[in-house]
T-cell receptor
Framework: DAGVTQSPTHLIKTRGQQVTLRCSPI?????VSWYQQVLGQGPQFIFQ???????GRGNFPDRFSARQFPNYSSELNVNALLLGDSALYLC??????????????FGQGTRLTVV | KNQVEQSPQSLIILEGKNCTLQ??????????LRWYKQDTGRGPVSLTI?????NTKSNGRYTATLDADTKQSSLHITASQLSDSASYIC???????????FGAGTQVVVTP
């Protein structure tokens, strides 16, 4: 959706390398979530951050880490890349309107290919 | 076990025909349910969003229904067009923080 910016759009890495993916949420949104989507499957939850604090973590190894900055942008880091890390990585900008009232908008994703 | 199940996994329909996609969920506590359209290699784009109290919502040729009692939702596409070919993903928002639970998606192919 418009307003959520992810970079880079594509990149190729070799096994064992490290990668950093970036996401800028919609202005005013204080929460960001990261998802991994392997070709042909639905997105899998990796992390959620709100106000720079981790609010949720999916079932991913410690090679995956993330952080959120004071301007609410976020980075996802993956160390020691494996071939199986090849996927589309999606960032969601989440607007917490109130208890049980949220809205999510997605960036276009970063296509990571590990060779 | 996935908390959001979609069916069918894929379907092929003729241009101009209608189709209905299904979504069953077990997510709790439930915040809202969304249907997204995702073109290959692109980010999902929201079609509809429904809260607990809403039964139906339309967006052009897309109509979503929600039965919160049975935890079922459907997305009906009317008069399909070639541009409707995409993956349609049911997403349920869990709890106060909006953690999103995704279905695996239904791959729709519209043929001339």
């Amino acid at each position: 959706d418009a307003g959520v910016t992810q970079s880079p759009t594509h990149l190729i890495k070799t096994r064992g390398q490290q990668v950093t993916l970036r996401c800028s949420p919609i202005s005013g949104h204080k929460s960001v979530s990261w998802y991994q989507q392997v070709l042909g499957q639905g997105p899998q939850f990796i992390f959620q951050y709100y106000e720079k604090e981790e609010r949720g973590r999916g079932n991913f190894p410690d090679r995956f880490s993330a952080r959120q900055f004071p301007n609410y942008s976020s980075e996802l880091n993956v160390n020691a890349l494996l071939l199986g890390d090849s996927a589309l990585y999606l960032c969601a900008s989440i607007h917490l309107r109130g208890p049980m009232n949220t809205e999510a908008f997605f960036g276009q994703g970063t296509r990571l290919t590990v060779v | 076990k996935n908390q959001v199940e979609q069916s069918p996994q894929s379907l092929i329909i003729l241009e101009g025909k209608n189709c209905t996609l299904q979504c069953n969920y077990t997510v709790s506590p439930f915040s809202n349910l969304r249907w997204y359209k995702q073109d290959t290699g692109r980010g999902p784009v929201s079609l509809t969003i429904m809260t607990f109290s809403e039964n139906t919502k339309s967006n052009g040729r897309y109509t979503a229904t929600l039965d919160a009692d049975t935890k079922q939702s459907s997305l009906h596409i009317t008069a399909s067009q070639l541009s409707d070919s995409a993956s349609y993903i049911c997403v349920v928002s869990e709890g106060s923080w909006g953690k999103l639970q995704f279905g695996a998606g239904t791959q729709v192919v519209v043929t001339p």
